[in-house]
């Protein structure tokens, strides 16, 4: 199995979030190609162009995003 060093742990789960994400909008945003058989090429093209955008968008806003929740939420520390 493929380890990635913790180090880049901030990445992997850029990565992989962005990808699910990006690929549930996709789908979404296909839907209409359903009744046409192309839903398949159109998700898989709309997927890729929107991961290979959200990647560093996720990667840049995840940090202000765990402060952000650190924030609103309580503490029982």
Do not use: N
């Given at each position: 199995m493929l380890r990635i060093?913790?180090?880049y742990a901030h990445f992997?789960?850029?990565i992989i979030q962005s990808g699910l994400t990006s690929g549930v909008a996709a789908a979404i945003a296909s839907a209409p190609f359903l009744s046409e058989s192309a839903f398949m090429?159109?998700?898989l093209r709309s997927?890729?162009?929107a991961w290979a955008i959200m990647i560093p968008v996720v990667i840049a806003a995840a940090p202000?995003?765990?402060?952000?929740v650190y924030v609103v939420?309580?503490?029982t520390e």
């Amino acid at each position: 199995m493929l380890r990635i060093p913790r180090r880049y742990a901030h990445f992997v789960f850029g990565i992989i979030q962005s990808g699910l994400t990006s690929g549930v909008a996709a789908a979404i945003a296909s839907a209409p190609f359903l009744s046409e058989s192309a839903f398949m090429s159109h998700w898989l093209r709309s997927w890729l162009v929107a991961w290979a955008i959200m990647i560093p968008v996720v990667i840049a806003a995840a940090p202000a995003i765990r402060r952000l929740v650190y924030v609103v939420t309580a503490g029982t520390e």
